[in-house]
């Protein structure tokens, strides 16, 4: 949680922020986001987190009950090393079915049409160079690891003012 | 001679396609179910050290980790020839008990419940998870909140949801913490609370199905499961037991040594999932079933007070076996129960924290064979492995391929009741595919692939002229 700075002065009223770092940690630079959250838990520790494989509609619900919610993923596109950040809204699945994988934004509608409420969010990705088998990242992997855990700090300390 | 294809078909796990034939006069002559995902891990485990089998088959699918875990690592404790600690046992039980919760609300809830809530004949774009998200809220918060529970038990225990460890040769990695288990039991009134409601929705709603209920597989055959002194339910221990549509025992106490002698796999030209039959009636009349129907019609009674509320009314529906695969639906919600139930009970066990878990061992037989009931259905995980403990040939039998004659003789029978005439409506094709949802084919287990499934159906003449076609 970090101190809410517009819109309550002088309360005590904290935003609760949510963290979702996620992807395959056997496979390379896929693992950019499980391990960015790995990271982060040591500097930012009164944030939230959830580290898995991939998203799931049993996330909604944690997703409704936060002011601001990061997800952390790795890219296949652009110049790797790089981070990208873009804010998301939520919107409708066009799947048949939840059984693996649901994007953040369909889960961001999940949350506002089963929870009644949709926190603000934004996508963080780190561009990955190989995504094979194996734990570890490529250079530029961890340049965008590096990255990342400079980057949501700020975002998340300037979050109140941005919003 | 016209032929429709529904490729592919969808919300199942995995890859698969149906054909449906046509003769002449525009009436169904024969519908195959096909798999299109291609077969691997029998063969890229050998070489590889036995040791290394749990956590190499758990990749098998996303959905079913823990089933291949818990086969694998019985058929580990095999080569080893231990007897894992009693609470390891108890502990493993637990374990498959909530993957048996999380899979079958996923098939409920998240595949299946379009059909029900929103209707055979929806429109498509409707008929989804998102459309019951829309209209019946509650119902989507119920099932995500059961699914959410059995995979929390599964992280609980095994460190993560999709792809947990824990399980090992000769027992569980770790001890459970009190705190684990408190947590796992707190957790239990509310997983109940929602299960209960969604059998008394459902059985409210099997009048308005009678047509779905009289066509979707609904024939005699005979049945596979797991079987037990006590005739009770049984998913992690036991011997294995065929019976007949009477509820006769056809053959019993079938152990690791002698499945051979009962199962056969026979290869299809046109799909990579084998077809498993009943041996001494060989391939053309050894059909049976497996899974959840399977398994209510096997046991006496579940051995849990409340499921075995629901398993008398449930055996009411029919004079001897449940036969009708609709009922599939009915048994998973019952079974939801029972695991529930059973997870409690032995969570209050005396010995569920005890800190001996794991016996040790080298390889002490060149072969082994671990036997489970996996959510879908009898799972077989069979392993020879050379001198220096490097697998040779691992054979898998999955749940699905057990069903796969059944599932192609139920989409004859769906097909037959109705597909009519040369142009395709999107209702008729949904009941052809709900058959084969029904059973809650996981293809990636069976072909050990993985994939997603689209859907495109083709009619064609006796010519081979496409007719018409639908794809999703």
């Known amino acids: 949680m970090v101190p809410c700075s517009t819109g309550c002065a002088g309360s005590k009223r904290v935003i609760r922020v949510l963290l979702i770092g996620y992807g395959n940690t056997l496979r390379g630079d896929d693992a950019l986001g499980p391990m960015a959250l790995e990271r982060l838990r040591t500097t930012l520790p009164e944030m939230e987190y959830i580290s898995c494989h991939q998203l799931g509609p049993e996330l909604a619900e944690r997703l409704a009950a936060c002011d601001l919610a990061v997800f952390v993923d790795a890219s296949g596109n652009g110049e790797p090393g790089a981070v990208h950040v873009v804010r998301l809204s939520p919107e409708p699945s066009h799947a048949a079915s939840f059984t693996h994988h649901v994007q953040p934004t369909a889960l961001l509608h999940l949350a506002k049409e089963l929870y009644g409420r949709a926190p603000q969010a934004m996508l963080v990705t780190g561009t990955g160079a190989t995504f094979d088998s194996g734990e570890e990242l490529s250079a530029q992997g961890q340049l965008a690891l590096d990255r990342i855990c400079r980057l949501v700090p700020l975002l998340v300390r300037d979050f109140p003012a941005m919003w | 001679m016209p032929t429709i294809t529904i490729d592919p078909v969808t919300r199942i796990e995995g890859h698969s396609k149906i054909t449906i034939q046509l003769d002449n006069q525009g009436e169904v002559q024969d519908a195959r179910f096909h798999v299109t995902q291609v077969r691997g891990f029998e063969k890229l485990c050998e070489g590889r050290p036995f040791t290394e089998m749990p956590a190499l088959m758990a990749r098998i699918c996303g959905i079913c980790p823990t089933s291949h875990l818990l086969a694998s690592s019985k058929a580990c404790d095999g080569i080893m020839a231990v007897r894992i600690p009693e609470t390891a046992e108890k502990l493993r039980r637990i374990m498959n008990l909530a993957q048996i919760t999380q899979s079958h609300a996923l098939s409920f809830f998240y595949l299946s419940s379009p059909d029900f809530l929103l209707g055979m004949d929806a429109d498509p774009e409707e008929r989804n998870i998102m459309g019951v998200v829309r209209k019946y809220p509650a119902m989507a918060r119920d099932g995500i909140k059961l699914r959410q529970f059995g995979q929390c038990v599964v992280e609980t225990l095994g460190g993560k949801r999709v792809h947990p460890g824990w399980i090992v040769p000769g027992g569980v990695s770790h001890p459970l913490q009190a705190e684990q288990r408190d947590q796992i039991l707190a957790a239990i009134p509310e997983a109940i609370r929602i299960t209960r409601g969604a059998l008394h929705w459902f059985k409210g709603q099997i009048e308005s199905f009678r047509a779905e209920v009289r066509s979707f597989a ?103 076996s449940v036969l009708s695969s609709f009922y599939y639906h009915y048994a998973r919600l019952i079974e939801i129960l029972y695991s529930i139930e059973r997870m409690e009970t032995l969570l209050h066990d005396s010995e569920i924290l005890g800190k001996n878990v794991r016996a040790h061992a080298a390889p002490n037989n060149f072969e082994g064979v671990g036997i489970l009931e996996a959510p879908r259905g009898t799972l077989i995980h069979h392993y020879h492995i050379d001198q220096n403990g490097l697998i040779e040939k691992a054979n898998l039998v999955i749940a699905t391929g057990h069903n796969n004659l059944a599932i192609n003789h139920g989409v004859l029978q769906v097909a037959r009741q109705f597909v009519k005439g040369n142009t395709l409506e999107q209702g008729m094709l949904n009941r052809v595919e709900a058959v084969v949802r029904a059973f809650d084919p996981c293809l990636s287990c069976s072909t050990h692939a993985t994939g997603e499934m689209p859907l495109d159906i083709q009619l064609l003449d006796a010519d081979g002229t496409l007719l018409d076609r639908l794809r999703r």
């Open chain 2, 218 to 320: 609904n024939f005699p055959s005979m049945f596979l499961a797991m079987a037990n002194d006590a005739n009770e339910f049984s998913a992690y221990n036991g011997w294995l037991r065929f019976i007949d549509s009477n509820l006769n025992i056809v053959a019993d106490h079938i152990t690791g040594a002698d499945y051979m002698n009962y199962i056969g796999e026979s290869c299809n030209d046109d799909s990579y999932l084998k077809s498993t039959y009943f041996k001494p009636l060989g391939l053309a009349g050894g059909m049976y079933r497996v899974g959840p129907l399977a398994r209510l019609n096997m046991c006496k009674s579940a051995g849990t007070p409340q499921a075995d509320e629901e398993l008398a009314e449930f055996r009411e529906l029919e004079r001897h």
